[in-house]
């Protein structure tokens, strides 16, 4: 059994190969990786990524993260395409395959059938001199040094490096289409990352009441408001509807401690002047932020100067925004 001291250091050693093979990989970047970003970015169909073994797997993922950048690809498994789903490549497709040594049985099948169809065939290879880079038309070079597996066996910095290759090819593709927040916002809809990109102010405060009153109510028309709207604040606005303060329950616990006398209050005698707020197409997350920064929970939302409603800080947690 290892020593901690041992493991921490073989976990370093592997981290610190797979990084200084990254690196070697960036230093053999040649006109070849501008050529494929090229052939891809005038392409009209799709991009078709494909691989055997451990290849396969990182193919998968170079395929997720160019759907959703804004590269259309699809996976096909090497061992597969040899037995019917090679029908899934059309003529304005482009094709990238993953080997580390570039002669694996299924590579040597596959690559003369993709030749025949026509695509354009990249190779993403870990050996130049092998059957796969000999016939692509297009290679970009992963070769690494040795894997960080002890017996120089188990795929692990020829991955790596692979993985970091498709990356490399994402961003630089994503940059050429100009692929910003909302682009990235609609292939992303679900989940909490989507919601940060497309969710508005305006979604959640439509969600809740719009509690408010005048600023001559009495505080006893306050508390009811309050309490009807369960927001913990209502919003003090004027005749057209411009804010002019907010009264939260820490106003009502403020105004007990400092009154005795409360039935000649008003609202505008214990509201919150200069209430935070944020307009009402802001984004969510921008909220979010606004509440974190100011430690409050409840904030305005404003269309131009016009009162629209309130977001409460559950709000955000509900939608998974927090």
Do not use: W
């Amino acid at each position: 059994m290892k020593s901690k001291k041992s493991i921490i250091q073989s976990a370093r050693s592997t981290l610190a190969l797979e990084a200084a093979s990254i690196l070697n990989v960036a230093e053999n970047l040649n006109e070849d990786f501008e050529k494929v970003v090229s052939t891809i970015l005038q392409c009209n169909g799709r991009v078709i990524v494909t691989g055997i073994g451990k290849s396969a797997i990182i193919a998968q993922k170079i395929v997720a993260t160019f759907n959703s950048t804004g590269t259309p690809a699809i996976f096909m498994h090497a061992a597969d395409a040899i037995h019917g789903d090679l029908g899934m490549i059309q003529v304005n497709d482009v094709v990238i395959c993953l080997s580390k040594s570039g002669n694996t049985p299924e590579i040597k099948v596959l690559t003369p059938l993709l030749k025949t169809a026509g695509n354009t065939l990249i190779g993403m290879v870990g050996e130049l001199n092998s059957f796969l880079a000999d016939q692509a038309d297009l290679v970009l070079n992963t070769a690494v040094e040795k894997e960080a597996c002890p017996h120089n066996l188990a795929p692990t910095t020829s991955t790596t490096a692979q993985l970091a290759m498709g990356d490399a090819l994402a961003v630089c593709l994503l940059e050429c289409r100009e692929f910003n927040e909302a682009d990235f916002a609609r292939y992303h809809p679900g989940g909490s990352l989507g919601k940060k990109l497309y969710l508005k102010a305006r979604d959640l405060a439509l969600s809740n009441e719009k509690p408010s009153i005048k600023p001559d109510a009495s505080v006893r028309e306050v508390l009811i408001e309050i309490s009807k709207n369960r927001l913990g604040a209502v919003v003090v606005i004027d005749s057209n509807d411009s804010v002019i303060g907010i009264i939260t329950d820490g106003d009502i616990r403020r105004m007990l401690e400092n009154y005795t006398d409360i039935e000649h209050l008003s609202a505008k005698d214990i509201m919150g002047k200069n209430p935070k707020s944020i307009q009402h197409d802001a984004l969510a997350v921008d909220a979010l932020d606004i509440i974190k920064q100011n430690n409050i929970t409840q904030l305005l939302v404003l269309e131009q100067n016009t009162y629209f409603g309130i977001i409460h800080l559950h709000d955000l947690l509900n939608e998974g925004i927090v």
